[in-house]
Nanobody, 115 residues
Framework: QGELVESGGGLVQAGGSLTLSCAASRRVWTSVPMGWYRQAPGKQRELVARIRSGRDPDYRDSVAGRFTIARDNAKSTVYLHMNRLKPEDTAVYYC?????????WGQGTQVTVSS
């Protein structure tokens, strides 16, 4: 719940790494799921990773083993550590929080992976 502010996007070469951060302006209860989505031009927004209390994180198949989602509850911040990036990872990445059926979104941060 609250405003989500993203940072960390940029341009990186294939095989490189990048870390995204998303900080909530208000305290986020630890039981509230947070995640990352991405949207490439002309494509649907898709789930990248999601973290929920008491459960293993979820990853879409194409990023599993390369991306890691982490959460700092004290800072109400969720991170996405992206490794071995590929050109197909190029997209606008959005932080997401869902509470009581309501979605809250970050402003989006561009990740561009060059060949």
């Amino acid at each position: 719940q609250g405003e989500l502010v993203e940072s960390g996007g940029g341009l990186v070469q294939a095989g490189g790494s990048l870390t995204l951060s998303c900080a909530a302006s208000r305290r986020v209860w630890t039981s509230v799921p947070m995640g990352w989505y991405r949207q490439a031009p002309g494509k649907q927004r898709e789930l990248v990773a999601r973290i929920r209390s008491g459960r293993d994180p979820d990853y879409r198949d194409s990023v599993a083993g390369r991306f890691t989602i982490a959460r700092d509850n004290a800072k109400s911040t969720v991170y996405l550590h992206m490794n071995r990036l590929k050109p197909e990872d190029t997209a606008v990445y959005y932080c997401n929080l869902r509470n009581a059926g309501i979605d809250y979104w970050g402003q989006g941060t561009q990740v561009t992976v060059s060949s």
